[in-house]
């Protein structure tokens, strides 16, 4: 496997090279332009963060689209046979960018000698993404958001410290999910707290999926699925009066109560400045899967109110934003 990715490295690496021969570095220096394509899974507030911030960073790098670059956007909204079809088509691009796991996986299976970035990626190592984090080795590398997932069992436990059971909604599609279940229930079990799961195909189950958990708390991983089709997870908890604590901020602005979280606009520009390195020579196979070291706290007071609860107020002290 490492001898196809550095070979594919070495063809991705030569072909941008010719591709900015005669010029002197930059944007603005070459007579190129770049066709991208750029693709996530489904619509939700994180990942289009993660899409805006992508190419707000290629046009303060000066690439414009119509002009020095065309973007191809793509959202399958969920649909894995139209995923594919999209990677099929990304193959003729010079570069893509995948924004979550399941994007990132349709591409590498679809374009394997141009460079992709992938974004809001879990583990691309157990996703069979990249070879390490330090040394992809092949023609794809990008930014992981991968929870912070010590913190937000902290969180759990500082909102609810009489918990025993934390419920997890999620996706049997998506890899990503499943690893953070894992991550949670190691987490969880240094807590003394009990993880219940309940697993969804599409987002029409979520509520369903939520009603027969009977638990102290939920936890929201960074589940493409049931993120997309949050109102229905957050009806159902407060119905039963069961605070909600999620693994990406966005979703405390839709009626989550906490969360410890990166920033998906920040990881947006991290993502689009990855891709600008690759576009001016950088060779993905040697650059680093990057990561975001200090996740933000973001608080909900009125949604915790809705369900009864008033957040401790060192809690409140220490949020870095507080959604009104």
């Known amino acids: ?54 190419v707000q960073a290629l046009a303060d790098a000066g690439y414009e689209d119509g002009k020095n670059i065309n973007l191809d956007v793509q959202n ?4 894995q046979s139209a995923l594919t079809n999209i990677a099929n088509s990304f193959a003729s691009k010079d570069a893509v960018v995948a924004i979550a796991t399941p994007t ?7 374009v394997t000698d141009k460079p992709i970035v992938f974004s809001a990626v879990t583990d691309p190592v157990s996703s069979q993404l ?33 918990a025993k059971t934390v419920g997890i909604v999620y996706s049997s599609a998506e890899q990503n999910s499943e690893i953070q279940v894992e991550l949670a229930e190691g987490a969880a079990e240094k807590r ?53 604590i999620s693994a990406d901020s966005d979703s405390v602005t839709r009626g989550v109560i906490a969360s410890v979280a990166v920033d998906y606009a920040k990881m947006g520009t991290q993502t ?17 899967v990057e990561t975001q070291k200090e996740p933000q706290l973001t608080i909900n007071p009125k949604a915790a109110a809705r369900i009864g609860i008033t957040l401790p107020a060192d809690l409140v002290s220490r949020a870095d934003k507080i959604v009104e």
């Open 1 to 54: 496997m490492k001898n196809v990715r550095a070979m594919m490295a070495a063809v991705v690496a030569g072909g941008l090279l010719l591709a900015g021969c005669g010029s002197s570095g930059g944007a603005a220096s070459s007579d190129k332009v770049y066709e991208i394509g750029i693709a996530q899974i489904v619509s939700h507030p994180s990942l289009d963060a993660v899409r805006e911030g992508v």
């Open 76 to 79: 399958p909204q969920g649909d």
């Open 104 to 110: 990132a996986q349709a591409m590498a299976q679809a």
């Open 130 to 162: 990249v070879d390490s984090w330090e040394e992809p080795g092949g023609n794809i590398t990008g930014t992981s958001d991968i929870n912070p997932i010590e913190e937000q069992f902290d969180l759990i436990t500082e909102i609810v410290p009489n």
């Open 192 to 244: 003394g707290l009990e993880i219940k799961t309940a697993t969804v195909t599409n987002s029409s189950e979520i509520q369903q999926a939520t009603r027969s958990l009977d638990v102290d708390a939920f936890f929201v991983p960074t589940d493409n699925t049931v993120v997309s089709g949050l109102e229905g997870l957050l009806q159902v908890a407060e119905q039963t009066k069961t605070p909600v």
């Open 272 to 288: 689009g400045e990855m891709l600008v390195r690759i576009l001016e020579g950088a060779d993905p196979a040697t650059m680093a």
